[in-house]
């Protein structure tokens, strides 16, 4: 990648499941996005806390922070005077189209089993800045994308390990695609969570047996499952279980093409990861073919 810095460093610890173990080789490395110039970042130690569970190595490539993109700058009391200036255009001195097919090859020459994209700032804005350009990352690459930004130490230890995960879906296949992988990750406690449009209340009992179908708590799933189907704006039911049940990861689906994207204040990731503490991984069907989805899906 031009105008670059690269590293790679050896993790070993123990073994969990892998990402992205349906496509790629156990060793598939993790591959952090972002700024490593201090090497006790809360994303950067997050990426390493990862790689040592997984046990495989993790790969850095350089992006500025998503906090040193916005325009005039963050600082403690918040954005500058050109804080109105849209959210698209933050990436806009990284020539965002040079940079996209720089971090292609980039993905293509590591094949990760995920990719983790940070910020060390604690502001929402920073936050969404990051969640915006993730979506794009995510669509542009179709590997699964975690964000990450400063949460606590618990959060950290369990980076890999994630007890309780919370995956939000829409039934469509992406969403559905992090439904099942989350069910596969959750190591105590899984919540499914599907948001009905107030349009549509009267579907909400049909809506819940489809997500109990999905998610199922049984013999062979024998992961205990909290099943959600709140009525109301998604991204604010989200982040209101979120804030009840405090879990280690929290699984949506991404982008699949263009179309999808809509404004970044009306982005539901981008709502989500602007106000929860936990990682937030970004989900994309292209990334691996789980067993059981067309199964789960045609008994529906």
Same mark, same amino acid.
């Given at each position: ?13 123990? #073994? ?20 490593? !110039?201090?090497? =006790? !970042? ?9 790689? +040592? ?19 005039? +700058? ?49 502001? &929402? ?27 606590? %130490?618990?959060?950290?230890? +369990? ?10 879906? =829409? ?5 559905? %695609? ?8 959750? &190591? ?23 997500? +109990? ?5 049984? %013999? ?33 689906? !991404? ?22 503490? #936990? ?22």
């Amino acid at each position: 990648m031009a105008n670059t810095v690269s590293s790679t460093i050896n993790s070993t610890s123990a #073994c969990a499941t892998s990402l992205n173990e349906g496509n790629k080789p156990a060793t598939a490395p993790v591959l952090f996005l972002g700024d490593f !110039s201090d090497p =006790d !970042s809360y994303p950067v130690r997050y990426a390493m806390a990862l790689g +040592r569970t997984m046990k495989t190595t993790v790969e850095f490539e350089y992006l500025p922070d998503a906090a040193a993109c916005l325009p005039g +700058r963050l600082d403690r009391g918040g954005l500058s005077k050109h804080s109105d200036m849209p959210l698209a255009r933050v990436y806009d001195n990284l020539q965002l189209d040079d940079l996209m097919h720089s971090l292609e090859l980039v993905v293509a020459k590591f094949r990760p089993a995920i990719l983790v994209l940070g910020t060390s700032s604690d502001t &929402g804005t920073a936050r969404v800045v990051l969640a915006s350009f993730a979506r794009k990352v995510a669509l542009k690459t179709g590997f699964p994308t975690l964000l990450v930004g400063p949460s606590n %130490e618990l959060v950290l230890k +369990r980076a890999g390990r994630w007890e309780k995960i919370l995956a939000a879906t =829409d039934f469509t296949p992406q969403a559905t %695609e992090g439904l099942l992988r989350a069910h596969e990750l959750a &190591g105590a406690h899984l919540i499914a969570l599907h948001c009905v449009p107030k349009t549509e209340k009267n579907e909400a009992h049909r809506l819940l047996e489809r997500l +109990r179908m999905l998610a199922p708590f049984n %013999e062979s799933h024998t992961v205990p499952v909290q099943h959600f189907v709140p009525t109301g704006n998604a991204a604010e039911q989200i982040v209101s279980v979120a804030k009840q049940t405090k879990p280690d990861l929290i699984v949506l689906g !991404s982008p699949i093409s263009s179309r999808e994207n809509t404004t970044d204040g009306e982005s539901v990731i981008c709502s989500v990861v602007k106000e929860v503490q #936990c990682p937030v991984l970004l989900m994309s069907p292209q990334a691996w073919t789980p067993a059981g989805t067309e199964a789960a899906e045609a008994s529906l």
